[in-house]
């Protein structure tokens, strides 16, 4: 299946394993996985040419994981993917908070890949303090 739509681009973070090569390639199912881990990655106005790129996941760092939060929450990360993903269909966010006591929230994202009609999943770590890797 031609699935050239999707893109090739660098992949993220970006890597120089060889000089004469240039930087690592990402394309279709994983350059997606690696734009929306951008996407919810970049504050608002972080991106000088593209300064409407962006989410406001960095105003939820020091909230507390009540009911309300996690619904503010899931509207801004529905908001991100739908304005800057349009490759997908967002199908469902969910939360993992095993590990919410030691500052990580487990943000899991399922999807579905527009032109191909496969579905997708990803877990985003969302850091609850600013011990972020």
Same mark, same amino acid.
């Given at each position: 299946m031609d699935n050239s739509f999707l893109g090739r681009g660098w992949s993220f973070p970006p890597k120089f394993t060889?000089?004469?090569?240039?930087?690592?390639?990402?394309?279709d199912e994983e350059l997606v996985k690696q734009a929306i881990t951008v996407a919810l990655n970049t504050l608002k106005g972080e991106r000088p040419y593209w300064s409407e790129l962006g989410s406001g996941l960095s105003?939820? %760092?020091?909230?507390d994981a009540s009911e !309300?939060?996690? %619904? /503010?929450?899931?509207?801004?990360?529905?908001a991100v993917l739908l304005n800057y993903e349009p490759r997908i269909i967002l199908e469902d966010i !969910?939360?993992?908070? !095993?590990? %919410? $006591?030691?500052g990580a929230?487990?943000?899991?994202? /399922? $999807?579905?890949?527009?032109?191909t009609n496969s579905r997708s999943n990803m877990v985003f770590p969302f850091y609850l303090a600013e011990q972020s890797v």
């Open positions: 060889n000089p004469d090569a240039g930087p690592e390639m990402a394309e105003n939820f %760092v020091f909230e !309300s939060a996690l %619904v /503010t929450l899931k509207q801004e990360i529905s !969910s939360f993992d908070m !095993s590990d %919410v $006591y030691e929230l487990l943000i899991e994202l /399922t $999807y579905m890949i527009r032109k």
